[in-house]
């Protein structure tokens, strides 16, 4: 009976994360590449020594990934909202600013005029302001509830557009917790201490963990070493980055965790009741407005998280960083990866992360390949526009020439892209995937 | 299930190790880490962390023998610079034309024998003036450039400020927030031209003079801005020269211009306050939206404000013949057709490499700020350092860099207060001017410094970005 496909002999079986031995392979192999290859490893065959995907441990592309990992919180909880719970919010933003500045007072040092100076700042370690950040986020959310929960569809979007306007005015007004308007504040760094006060001019107390500056590895990473013997070896010393990603990453993998298993309770069910029919979910004793405030909070707490770590992250955001702009961007990611799975969401916030710095090399590789000359250069300048009077899709010249700039190209490729996703494939790159798999899965009789 | 779930459990309590284990870790990492570049200091190659150390071991090193690390490559013959550019945001127009002055200044350069034989190439990045992206931008030239020759944005400069100073990278802000001039920020940078606060104390004075010579015997100031590091820093500037100048303020609208909301309100407030001199520093089309309502309702007054204030496309608007009577312009570089050696020099360059480029002065901005690099370049040449961090320490060294009359010469050694820009360009709009082929700036002084900017005591940011 083992091994067949669809075949469940028990419930529990049929709702496990992991159903089969194939899935639970790959995943195992992708943990490991997710951990092994932005942290530089290095496979040893005899002399030779092969360093695969090696640019993922750059600098620039583990601040991608660092990136990837902070909009994902931050999808998963608008896939809660929107995907699971059928609520469409284009407020997501405003809930990471809330997320944020939570943690920007309670998390920076104190100032010298005390924990109410001219910018807000408490000191406290991260354990606190992370998930304080959440917490704070999540009755926010709960608190805009009530209304939300009183309109549906295209009236709902307007109400969270609402709350994204007065949110932005919320933060350019509130000076001594946000900086004000275009100057901003600085964020506390993502430092793990256990105990003790920051104080501004202050050397860091307390025990701990610093992110911020290149060391030598950590005791896990070297054992990880050592356990995959002389064959792969990893680096002595970690960047900055790299210890970033690895803290970034492991704060996902948690959020990854709790929205999987969160489909599979009652509550998630709930949601997905309301989703297909609020009415019919009523009937069958689904609370609606309970289930949608549960829906809100827990989607709040996750953009808290995400919009926490973001400032954590960059150090510095701007009120205006949390406009309109970020919320379609979730908005996106949901669309783009498929909405109502935690895989369509995560492939969404990579493939919308990824894509500027993709658009970018590749401009940039045209370029070079029309300066270079050679056979293909005739082909790159049909696509490429270098300067006045040479007509092109992407242009990489700085002047006035035809043809779009990077971003500009981005954000056609993002409109084009939904309404393509939106028409041909609503399951987004998620149903591109099943489509895959369900053709490997039974080749070579595929019909 | 059960299983499935102690492995779950299994693989946090690895992560939550990794927090408690790595701990007293760091204060070995440093003493690690300085060990081993003392041991390594000709090498050339070393990574770029090494190198700072490396660098400073070896300043005694054999003439002739040049040390680099990133950026510069001594086989290939060449330099790279990053720019980190606002291309397609708020101030993306203007920065495409200093970008433009900058491609134009290094391709003369390398036309003319490059840097004593090497070739410098730019790598542009377009942050969109987003402070992720910049710092993501940051990130990645970083490990690409010898040093950025601009960085937008205020904000945006603050947040790479802290990974500038752990890397020992070199930036040329492109904003003029006095804060650059506190050594207490700017260890990484060189900043050039008069600050916003100082600006707008030479603007007050010098409009001030103007009421009063035009018969009004205490003549009222408003004042007008946009939030931020820009409006604020001018506004700041504006009410200590008001004080010092004992002008009564009849409207104080600092920080009270937020760009896409009505501002008409403004405007009324402004006409219903009746100064004789309105100090407003917005964006461009923040400006003409107070100031056309304004007007319309007849009201007469001398306006002015910082340089970013005022557009050229103006005097080619409706908005032109009072603009004529009523704006007093500043530049912190000589504008197109001042006749100085440099702009003149600039206009040539422009003709010749760029010849359907539209006559801007911000091409200027791309030169001056070319120009310093250019000179903190040839310094670490001579030093036999061009390592990032030697070109860092040889811009830190400069003594003067001349513009050549295209901006006022800039020092980045000595004291603070006395090696901080006070001079402005003061200037009329003329579209006469303009439609002759240049940018209607018609200069009244082409070296203005007021007593109370040439007083002023600095001692740090009018506005702190904290």
Redesign the interface.
Known sequence: MRGRPNLYVSY?DEQ???PTWTKRVLMVVFGLAAVLIPLGAVLQFGERTVQPLGFLA???WL??LG?VAITAIAALGLNILTGLCGQVSLGHAFFMGIGAYTAAVLGSPV?AAGVFG??WGAGLPMWVWLPAAGIVAAMVGALVAPTAVRVRGLYLAFVTLGLVFIGEWMF?TFVAVT????????FPPLN?RLWGIEREGQPATG????L?????S????NWLDWLLGPWINLPDTMS??AKHY??LG?IA??FV?FAKNLQRTRIGRSFMAIRDRDIAAEVMGVADAGAKTRAFAISSFYAGVSGAL?GA??????PE?FGLDLSVQFVAIILIGGAGTVTGALLGTVFVVVLP?LV?DFSLWLTETVNAGGFLAPVADLVVSTG?GDFGLVSTS???TPGL????LNFVLYGVLIIIFLIFEPLGLYGIWIRIRNYWKAWPFTY | MKRLRLRWIALLAVFLVVAACGGDDDDTATTAAAADTTEAPADTTAAPTDTTMAATSTSGAPTGEILTDVGVDLEAGTITVGLLSDLTGPFGPLVTAIVTGQEVYWENVNATGGVNGLTVNLEVRDTSYDVPTHVSLYEELKTQVVAFGHSTGSPHTVAINPQLQADGILAVPLTWYSGWSDPAINSNLVSHGTPYCLESMNLIEYAMDQAVAAGTAAPTIAIVSLPGDYGLDSAIGAAIAAETLGLEVVYDGTGAVVPGQDLTPIANEIVAADPDIVFITTTPTAFTEIYGPAIQQGFEAIWTGASPTYNPAFLASPLADALQRDFIGSAYVAPWGSGTPGTDELEALIASLRPDAMPLDYYAEGFVEAKILHEALLAAHEAGDMTQAGVLAAAKSLDEVDFNGLAPNESYTGEPNERLQREIVIFRPDAALLAAGGTGANVVEPAYTSETAANYEFTGACFVLE
């Open positions: 529990e496990a994360i992991l750059g600098g620039d601040r991608i990136t100032g001219s910018r350019r900086g004000g308007s275009q100057s901003g504040r600085s793990l025990p701990g963990l610093d911020v500056g290149d060391g030598p950590w005791a896990p990473i900055s980055e690895v803290v492991a993998v948690v965790l973001l992250f960059v150090t510095r955001l701007i960083s710095r970018q006045p700085q002047g006035v700039n990077v971003a500009q």
